[in-house]
């Protein structure tokens, strides 16, 4: 069935290092990702998307590469704050269904 | 410009009590869409209505659950007869239309079955 995964659980990070976060994804037919910042108590924070028509999007301090061959997505967090310390979900769906698949999250902790 | 409006935050709930949670859309939005996450997981997709209509719920329960999105009001969520299984967050998203295009959530409600 489909599947959306994460490679590392927890990721740490110094202080105005970057941040890069993967995700796999294993169903073919899906066109549309998205990526999540879920901070604790609160629902999920929309960060940024991308189609499958493209292989990169910047945003503000973010970039999302989409790599179809190996259905690979990863998050790239510029000079990460300590703000930036939340629990990252990527999320995808395929044409046509509306519902949204997601990973089980990485947890990204900054180091003062 | 108010978000996804959820409530309540927090309901606790005995076993065989009804749970009723709301969900008020973003303005604008028509797409209303229910998860539910157990801690330390991502969510999981349960239903995915339109005013009126339930579009997708191949991710409900089968018993018990059941979802409305009115012509007027909120969204409702409602879980009969809850058991210990039930407690989580749920999370209600809306968008303005399908199609891919970003799903904005609420804060979620935390059922807490006693």
């Known amino acids: 069935g489909e599947s959306v995964g994460l490679h590392l659980p927890t990721l740490s990070v110094q202080e105005g290092d970057n941040s890069i976060i993967n995700c796999a994804y294993s169903n073919s037919a899906s066109d549309y990702f998205i990526w999540y910042k879920q901070e604790s108590g609160k629902g999920p924070q929309f960060i940024i998307d991308i189609r499958s028509n493209m292989d990169k999007r910047q945003g503000q301090r973010v970039t999302v590469l989409l790599n179809k061959t190996v259905k690979h997505l990863s998050l790239q967090i510029a000079a990460t704050q300590p703000g930036d310390s939340a629990v990252y979900f990527c999320a995808e769906n395929s044409g046509g269904n509306e519902k949204l698949t997601f990973g089980t999250g990485t947890r990204l902790t900054i180091i003062p | 410009n108010a978000g996804v409006m959820q409530n309540p935050r927090h309901l606790v709930r005995r076993r065989g009590q009804e749970a009723r949670l709301r969900c008020s859309p973003m303005k604008g939005h028509s797409h209303v869409y229910w998860y539910r996450q157990l801690p330390e997981e991502g969510l999981k997709f349960m239903v995915y209505?339109?005013?009126?209509?339930?579009?997708?719920e191949s991710g409900m329960p089968k018993e018990r659950f059941s979802a409305e999105f009115p012509k007027e009001g909120p969204s409702i969520l409602r879980i009969q007869q809850v058991v210990r299984g039930d407690s989580a967050a749920y999370f209600c998203?809306?968008?303005?239309?399908?199609?891919?295009?970003?799903?904005?959530f609420g804060d979620g409600t935390r059922l807490s079955i006693l």
């Open positions: 209505l339109q005013k009126e209509n339930i579009i997708d």
């Open positions: 998203a809306s968008s303005p239309d399908g199609g891919g295009q970003p799903q904005h």
